[in-house]
């Protein structure tokens, strides 16, 4: 299994990775909790994702990239995730967090946000910090238990999930789960993960990975920033 991405063109995914869609869902508050199943594609060897947001044959490629003049640079590192992480230790986690790999899914938001949950004292908060650093579809946030050594991860089959985002009314990334492995257009690899979102709009500033461009502008970015991140991170 391989996802090749063609220079200012589609991904190309190769090796029956199945397909799929999901359904961002909100709690009565607002705040985006859960997923619900969308369509599955049928099994197919290869296939084309478009990623300038042009097709009109959505979620697949049409040659609309072309058209359009689609820059689709890549411009985001290829260092490990590791040695780019922020830390925010606890009496018995270590959340790391990759601020530029955020793709505004919003899960981490519950309850104050994952990084006063993990403050807390009440088991139920931290209950949901764990639950919230699992469901980060980008693995922006990978969070550690102090005890086992090993970091809190859910299991994934590879597979791909393409992300539909009623609240904010638009799709959102391309959800690649399982360590599938990701060829940049110029033949290198970036770091293989249990799970990154690729950018589908176009619009992203950190190609080949989501930014969240889908749905919020560059000034909603960096407000979104200053109310959740912490002047020290």
């Known amino acids: 299994m391989k996802i090749k991405i063609l220079k200012n063109g589609p991904y190309m995914v190769s090796g029956n990775v199945p397909l799929f869609e999901q359904i961002m869902v909100t709690n009565e508050e607002g705040h985006v909790c859960e997923w619900s199943e969308g369509k599955e594609y049928p099994l197919k060897e290869r296939y084309t994702i478009c990623r300038c947001g042009a097709s009109k044959r959505k979620p697949f490629c049409d040659g609309s990239h072309i ?3 689609f820059d689709g640079t890549e411009v985001a590192t290829k260092e490990n995730y590791m040695e780019r992480a922020r830390k925010l230790e606890t009496n018995d986690f270590i959340l790391n967090d990759v601020w530029d ?3 505004h899914s919003r899960f981490c938001l519950r309850g104050g946000g994952i990084r006063e949950l993990l403050k807390s004292e009440d088991p139920e908060d931290i209950k949901l910090a764990v639950e919230e650093a ?3 579809p980008s693995g922006r946030l990978v969070l550690w238990d102090k005890e086992t050594g090993k970091p809190v991860e859910p299991e994934f089959e590879p597979s791909i999930v393409l992300v539909n985002d009623p609240q904010k009314k638009c799709d959102g ?5 399982g360590g599938i492995p990701i060829e940049s257009a110029d033949g290198s690899t970036y770091e293989v993960r ?3 979102t690729l950018c589908r709009c176009g619009k992203s500033e950190n190609k080949p990975f989501c930014d969240g461009r889908h749905w919020m502008s560059a000034e909603e970015k960096q407000a979104f920033r200053d109310k959740w991140i912490s002047p020290e991170d």
């Not at 990334?173 to 789960?177: A, H, M, T, Y």
């Open 67 to 69: 058209k359009i003049n």
């Open 101 to 103: 790999l955020c793709d």
């Open 134 to 136: 699992k469901s980060c």
């Open 173 to 177: 990334p391309v959800w690649v789960r």
């Open 194 to 196: 249990n799970r990154v």
